[in-house]
């Protein structure tokens, strides 16, 4: 780790000349290298006006230790150390929050870690400056260490739907981000198992938390088209990394209506027709050709009666003969794949 405050921009809310703030992140710890503020005296009993030294890290950073060199390591009395200060964090430079705190400080420095934050800047807040005048405040350097990262990637990725696992494109790979799946019309909802690389990273489907090495709850589908899946992992220490797979559920390939016609006779369909229903019988006489009119669900369905595209409501002759003919209509989904085959059997007298 790196001191991060190293020549930043320092601020303070005061300064002596020349003990300007810039001279507390400078890198160079001497008696005289310092930064010195001071605040009006208080009418008695009164307290002295905080004094605050700030320095802007020019980036968000996860900040993990802080490092006051008091004067009294540097060649001065004890007597010239800070008595109660903070350390704070800001990501506006406007609302500060506290990070660490000393009281009663009686070291020559202090040298803390804490929890990792994510801030952009940060300041020594003094509530009690110097122990011999706690008007004045004074710090001879000012460090700061931001953490490492920690991981936030997948080790794995999958989709289901029920028991079936359904593919992803490309392969899961940790590096990659974006992902397609294709699902049939059937499919309302599925379930997303992410396995986080680090298992005390955190991990969101679409914004609901995911225990690790368990499965989200289902997530919904669109009628038909593309569902966006964000699965967020969000380290312990870091930015959030997202996932995105989009899931295209496909238009509907089912029939909503079959008629079959032997001139201006309806042959009778067996069993009745049912969109659910795949297989069907009918019996006619001594015919050569039937009326097939396959009405789909979704108009925009393309249609093969017999391996010959068919439009949706329109009839198309099919020729016949004596005995069983076996007639396949094929509805495939316009959006998406998906398809659906219904087996129609004529029986033709002699």
């Known amino acids: ?11 303070a809310n005061s300064f002596v000349y020349p003990y300007i703030p810039a001279k507390a992140v400078d890198g160079v710890v001497t008696p005289l290298n310092r930064w010195l503020g001071t605040s009006p005296i208080p009418p008695s009993p009164g307290v002295p006006v905080p004094n605050w030294l700030s320095v802007d890290l020019g980036a968000n950073f996860w900040v993990s230790r802080w490092v006051v060199k008091q004067l009294g390591g540097v060649g001065w009395s004890t007597n010239y150390n800070l008595v109660d200060y903070k350390f704070q964090g800001s990501l506006d430079n406007s ?23 994510k801030v952009r800047w940060v300041r020594v807040y003094i509530t009690k400056g110097l122990r011999c005048n706690t008007n004045f405040a004074s ?13 936030s990637t997948l080790s794995a990725l999958s989709l289901n739907s029920g ?3 359904i593919p992803i494109n490309p392969p899961f ?11 049939g019309f059937d499919t309302e909802n599925i379930t997303v198992m992410p396995t986080t690389t680090d298992p005390n990273a955190t991990v969101e489907v679409n914004g609901v938390p995911v225990l690790w090495g368990q499965s989200s709850q289902p997530v919904s589908l669109t009628a038909e088209g593309i569902t966006p899946v964000n699965i967020v992992v969000t380290p312990v220490i870091g930015e959030p990394q997202t996932y995105t797979v989009n899931v295209t559920r496909a238009s509907s390939p089912y029939l909503s209506g079959l008629a079959i016609k032997s001139g201006r006779t309806t042959l009778t ?21 039937v009326l097939i009119t396959a009405t789909a669900e979704d108009t925009g369905a393309t249609i093969e009666i017999k391996g010959n595209p068919a439009t949706s409501g329109v009839a198309l002759t099919v020729p016949v003969s004596t005995g069983s003919n076996p007639i ?19 029986n033709v007298g002699s």
């Not at 790196?2 to 601020?11: E, H, Y």
């Not at 316009?334 to 129609?344: A, E, H, I, N």
């Open 163 to 165: 028991a079936a696992v």
């Open 269 to 289: 369909l067996s069993p009745p027709f049912n969109r659910n229903t795949f297989e069907y019988t009918a019996t006619a006489g001594v015919i050569t050709s």
């Open 173 to 183: 790979a940790k590096t990659t981000v974006a992902y397609t799946a294709s699902v």
């Open 328 to 346: 396949d209509i094929v509805v495939s989904s316009v959006f998406g794949t998906d398809q659906k085959t219904y087996l129609c059997t004529i």
């Open 95 to 117: 609302n500060w929050f506290d990070l660490d705190s000393v009281t009663d400080n009686s070291l020559n420095c202090t040298d803390r870690t804490i929890t990792p934050y």
């Open 1 to 11: 780790m790196s001191n991060i405050a190293l020549k930043k921009a320092a601020g």
């Open 139 to 151: 710090i001879a350097e000012f460090e700061v260490y931001d953490a490492p990262p920690t991981d």
